[in-house]
């Protein structure tokens, strides 16, 4: 409970400053470019994390040493608290805090998830996987009640109050996890080297497909968040389009994620990894065909944001239910990175698509790409197991022959 509490508060906090610190840094160093710059530097740390972090995040493994992370994140927040208090925010601080930020989140954010997937293995069967849903729920709640209560602050305050709440937030969360024990964490390959993410991820294919399929589809939301805002101003709806599917991706995301916790075990882990990306992509490929239609579009977006969670939630029991230890920490890692890291590689490269493709075949194109993938995946896996299975026919009267027998 105290890590679920944490992570809520961290990414309320989070959340709320998002609002305020564009307005700020616009406010203060008279940039339109320096207002990305703390997600862009931040994105550097990510990208660039499976070099330097694989053994601090394997370190990451009590309360005590996630709060420390979560300090130096806290650190990376207040440097730029304080400059725009004291109205004399760089670009500087900016660029520092990005890297601080994101350095700490690489680090402590997959360390997060595989703690909490450890502690509910000692709890019971299919807590863990239960605990990550809960956490997912969350995140979507605080991407939902986040910026409304900024904006509301920013009307009545003004933005520089705002500045401060990621720092507190997660000076917060560090107090409420420094007192999860040691004790609550499996280590079952304590001391060992870590693997590297290609040995894992080559260990457990099945843990590779999910997370590639989660890679190709964070790549394509910009389709989504950047082509709907450009195909509203190509069709004369500015601004309308975008928060229609917005609105409608967050309202289904959100049920959704609400639904998983009492679901997810129950739940054919890949089918639902799969039916997830491609209903996903089905809405995509479909939201052109509805621009004439404010409410179609917002309802066909809820059907896409309500599964969404389901695939994730599948993703998340793959891993907890196919690594321990410090194998479970790296495929957390590869999962996180793959996540953010697609994100923003989508958001900086997806200007230029929809430049070359057009807005409405962007879509389209996302659409029937992360429809093919999981298929193609899923298909190749499959091959794989049977050329296997055919190359090594089990010896009759080999123990395993009739225990499968009898399973059969």
Same mark, same amino acid.
Request: hydrophobic share 55%.
């Given at each position: 409970?105290?890590?679920?509490?944490?992570?809520?508060?961290?990414?309320?906090?989070?959340?709320?400053?998002?609002?305020?610190?564009?307005?700020?840094?616009?406010?203060?160093?008279? %940039?339109?470019?320096?207002?990305?710059?703390?997600? !862009?530097?931040?994105?550097?740390?990510?990208?660039?994390?499976?070099?330097?972090?694989?053994?601090?995040?394997?370190?990451?493994?009590?309360?005590?040493?996630?709060?420390?992370?979560? !300090?130096?994140?806290? =650190?990376?927040?207040?440097?730029?608290?304080?400059?725009?208090?004291?109205?004399?925010?760089? @670009?500087?601080?900016?660029?520092?805090?990005?890297? &601080?930020?994101?350095?700490?989140?690489?680090?402590?954010?997959? /360390?997060?998830?595989?703690?909490?997937?450890?502690?509910?293995?000692?709890?019971?069967?299919?807590? /863990?996987?239960?605990?990550?849903?809960?956490?997912?729920?969350?995140?979507?709640?605080?991407?939902?009640?986040?910026?409304?209560?900024?904006?509301?602050?920013?009307?009545?305050?003004?933005?520089?109050?705002?500045?401060? /709440?990621?720092?507190?937030?997660?000076?917060?969360?560090?107090?409420?996890?420094?007192?999860?024990?040691?004790? !609550? &964490?499996?280590?079952?390959?304590?001391?060992?080297?870590?693997?590297?993410?290609?040995?894992?991820?080559?260990?457990?294919?099945?843990?590779?497909?999910?997370?590639?399929?989660?890679?190709?589809?964070?790549?394509?939301?910009?389709?989504?968040?950047?082509?709907?805002?450009?195909?509203?101003?190509?069709?004369?709806?500015?601004?309308?389009? @975008?928060?229609?599917?917005?609105?409608?991706?967050?309202?289904?995301?959100?049920?959704?994620?609400?639904?998983?916790?009492?679901?997810?075990?129950?739940?054919?882990?890949?089918?639902?990894?799969?039916?997830?990306? @491609?209903? =996903?992509?089905?809405?995509?490929?479909?939201?052109?065909?509805?621009?004439?239609?404010?409410?179609?579009?917002?309802?066909?977006?809820?059907?896409?944001?309500?599964?969404?969670?389901? !695939?994730?939630?599948?993703?998340?029991?793959?891993?907890?239910?196919?690594?321990?230890?410090?194998?479970?920490?790296?495929?957390?890692?590869?999962?996180?990175?793959?996540?953010?890291?697609?994100?923003?590689?989508?958001?900086?490269?997806?200007?230029?698509?929809?430049?070359?493709?057009?807005?409405?075949?962007?879509?389209?194109?996302?659409?029937?790409?992360?429809?093919?993938?999981?298929?193609?995946?899923?298909?190749?896996?499959? =091959?794989?197991?049977?050329?296997?299975?055919?190359?090594?026919?089990?010896?009759?009267?080999?123990?395993? %022959?009739?225990?499968?027998?009898?399973?059969?």
């Amino acid at each position: 409970m105290r890590i679920l509490m944490a992570t809520f508060v961290s990414w309320m906090g989070l959340r709320i400053t998002e609002v305020a610190l564009p307005l700020i840094a616009l406010q203060q160093t008279g %940039s339109v470019w320096a207002t990305g710059l703390v997600a !862009g530097c931040s994105g550097i740390s990510l990208l660039t994390s499976p070099w330097w972090a694989a053994r601090l995040r394997h370190r990451v493994t009590a309360g005590p040493a996630l709060a420390a992370v979560l !300090g130096l994140q806290a =650190l990376g927040y207040v440097t730029v608290a304080v400059a725009a208090t004291l109205d004399s925010l760089t @670009v500087a601080h900016l660029c520092l805090s990005g890297l &601080v930020v994101g350095a700490a989140t690489s680090v402590g954010g997959p /360390a997060t998830r595989a703690m909490l997937a450890d502690l509910g293995d000692r709890i019971g069967p299919g807590v /863990a996987v239960r605990a990550l849903a809960w956490q997912d729920l969350a995140h979507r709640i605080s991407m939902v009640a986040g910026p409304p209560v900024a904006a509301w602050v920013v009307t009545r305050h003004g933005a520089m109050p705002l500045m401060w /709440a990621d720092t507190i937030a997660v000076l917060l969360a560090a107090v409420l996890v420094a007192r999860v024990g040691q004790y !609550g &964490v499996r280590r079952a390959s304590a001391g060992a080297v870590p693997r590297r993410a290609r040995e894992v991820l080559r260990a457990h294919p099945v843990v590779a497909d999910g997370i590639a399929m989660a890679a190709v589809g964070w790549y394509w939301w910009f389709a989504f968040a950047l082509g709907l805002a450009i195909l509203g101003a190509e069709t004369g709806r500015p601004g309308q389009l @975008v928060a229609a599917g917005m609105a409608g991706y967050g309202v289904g995301s959100l049920a959704g994620s609400a639904t998983v916790p009492l679901m997810v075990t129950r739940l054919p882990r890949v089918p639902t990894m799969v039916t997830g990306w @491609v209903v =996903l992509g089905l809405m995509f490929a479909a939201l052109p065909w509805l621009d004439g239609s404010l409410p179609a579009l917002a309802v066909v977006s809820a059907v896409g944001g309500f599964v969404t969670p389901f !695939g994730l939630a599948a993703l998340n029991a793959v891993i907890t239910e196919h690594t321990s230890g410090e194998e479970r920490r790296t495929a957390f890692a590869a999962q996180h990175v793959a996540g953010s890291g697609g994100s923003s590689v989508g958001m900086l490269t997806g200007g230029a698509v929809i430049a070359v493709l057009g807005a409405e075949n962007t879509l389209h194109v996302a659409g029937s790409v992360l429809v093919a993938v999981p298929v193609v995946l899923v298909a190749r896996t499959l =091959l794989r197991r049977r050329r296997r299975d055919a190359r090594e026919p089990v010896p009759f009267g080999d123990p395993s %022959s009739t225990a499968a027998c009898r399973a059969g």
